[in-house]
């Protein structure tokens, strides 16, 4: 069972235009969340991230929301550059006992920015 | 500055062949995790670990086996490789704590044929 979705598998955006990226999650214990950008042939790298305790986090063109009573998280490039082309993957992190914490992802979005 | 570094970069094993991926991270980190990625299922936990000397099982362990014998290393290893197991390899690497983000190597490309 899949505790962090992300239901659009491609995402296509003009250049200069928002890109929203979305992320549901089942699993009531996540209380960190993340989204990493991945180019091919290349690991993933950390992009943003949010804490349960707050709804919003904001890194230059890059915003994430959360809304835990819906159990979504989403995020939104502003401008769109072609160089956001890339897989963003969902992460969401929980305590899960013994002081370990396990990472969990989505499927990932693949987003193209047209120039 | 080389953060993560897995070792090969590219294998292609016979069925039933055995081998070993090594990651490598210089920044400290307690925990380490490797994950498998397939087209359309995303990235996938095979096992972790939370310090020198322990490891854990994640989503998919079955057919892997680990070792962090030395805190800066984590090694995966498969004993009698299958096609199932054709695959990208991504290790990453994160601070003790849990809530922060986790750094990834570049992945390596195994094929099992």
């Known amino acids: 069972d899949q505790q962090v979705k992300q239901n659009s598998p491609s995402l296509s955006v003009q250049e200069g235009r928002i890109s929203i990226l979305n992320c549901d999650y089942t699993?009531?214990?996540?209380?960190?969340f993340l989204w990493y950008k991945k180019y091919p042939a290349e690991g993933p790298t950390f992009l943003i991230s949010?804490?349960?305790?707050?709804d919003k986090n904001e890194d230059g063109r890059f915003t994430v929301f959360l809304n835990k009573s819906a159990k979504h998280l989403s995020l939104h490039i502003v401008p769109s550059q072609p160089g956001d082309s890339a897989v963003y993957f969902c992460a969401a992190i929980a305590y899960s006992g013994a002081g370990s914490y396990q990472l969990t992802f989505g499927k990932g979005t693949k987003l193209s920015v047209i120039p | 500055n080389a953060g993560v570094t897995q070792t090969p970069k590219f294998r292609v094993l016979k069925t039933g062949q055995s081998m070993t991926l090594l990651c490598a991270q210089d920044?400290?980190?307690?925990?380490m995790y490797w994950y498998r990625q397939d087209p359309g299922m995303g990235l996938r936990l095979i096992h972790y670990?939370?310090?020198?000397?322990?490891?854990a099982k994640g989503e998919v362990p079955d057919g892997y086996n680990v070792s962090r014998l030395k805190k800066q290393n984590f090694l995966l290893g498969l004993e009698s490789a299958a096609p199932s197991q054709t695959s990208v390899y991504f290790c990453?690497?994160?601070?003790?704590?849990?809530?922060?983000?986790?750094?990834f190597g570049q992945g390596t490309r195994l094929t099992v044929v």
């Open positions: 670990s939370v310090g020198e000397g322990t490891t």
């Open positions: 949010i804490s349960s305790i707050k």
């Open positions: 990453a690497s994160s601070r003790a704590g849990g809530r922060t983000e986790a750094f």
């Open positions: 920044m400290n980190h307690e925990y």
């Open positions: 699993n009531s214990m996540f209380d960190y």
